[in-house]
Antibody, heavy 120, light 107 residues
């Protein structure tokens, strides 16, 4: 059964980094891409970037270039997202989503979401 | 980046009504237009992809249409469980971008 299970909520200080994991099951890891989409409180959806694990090919939104890393761990079929230099504007629910081999959607399966709170 | 603009921002409708939500792209996205439904506290759910293709398991009262920059999501015979926020999203070019959302309330 295809499934995406994310790590738990995080509270971080401004200037620090956060790492959120997305464990895949079924055939997702070897056949599809994984994208990360975030949603600030009361706001809309924002695509951050994605990876195709089988090709180890990443693609980032320009807005996050330089402070976002998405990496695939073959040994655990997990995709990790690390966001650095956090500010209060990074407070959001972060979702991983099953993507096509070419990142960008449609996203037909989603993780449960991980709340990241950035506060001093 | 391609900007996606939805209208209306919110609407209220009764059970059994036919509801339409519009989405306009700032430039051509061909047919790479997708629709999602999101309920409070939940992850989005894919309803329609490639403009008009119904995602598996989604009720047939949902349909999508459009071409060029203008697209429409239609819900026929609105049901109580259809409340939530609806988003369009283009997957034509990177970065993928979403509309701002349309909040649907059931009267």
């Amino acid at each position: 059964q295809e499934q995406l299970v994310q790590s738990g909520a995080e509270v971080k200080k401004p200037g620090s980094s956060v790492k959120v994991s997305c464990k895949t099951s079924g055939n997702i890891f070897n056949n599809y891409g994984i994208s990360w989409v975030r949603q600030a409180p009361g706001q809309g959806l924002e695509w951050m970037g994605g990876i195709v694990p089988v090709f180890n090919r990443e693609n980032y939104a320009e807005k996050f270039q330089g402070r976002l890393t998405i990496a695939a761990d073959d040994s655990t079929s997990t995709v990790n997202m690390e966001l650095r230099s956090l500010t209060s504007e990074d407070t959001a629910v972060y979702y991983c989503a099953k993507d096509r081999p070419r990142p960008g959607g449609p996203f037909d399966q989603w993780g449960q979401g991980t709340l990241v709170t950035v506060a001093s | 980046d391609i900007q996606m603009t939805q209208s209306p921002s919110s609407l209220s409708a009764s059970v059994g009504d036919r509801v339409t939500i519009s989405c306009r792209a700032s430039q051509s996205v061909s047919t790479y237009l997708n629709w999602y439904q999101q309920k409070p506290g939940r992850a989005p759910k894919l309803l329609i992809y490639a403009t008009s293709r119904l995602q598996s398991g989604v009720p047939s009262r949902f349909s999508g249409s459009g071409s060029g920059p203008d697209f429409t999501l239609t819900i026929n015979s609105l049901q109580p469980e259809d409340f939530g926020t609806y988003y369009c999203q283009q997957s034509y070019s990177s970065p993928a971008t979403f509309g701002q959302g349309t909040r649907l309330e059931i009267k």
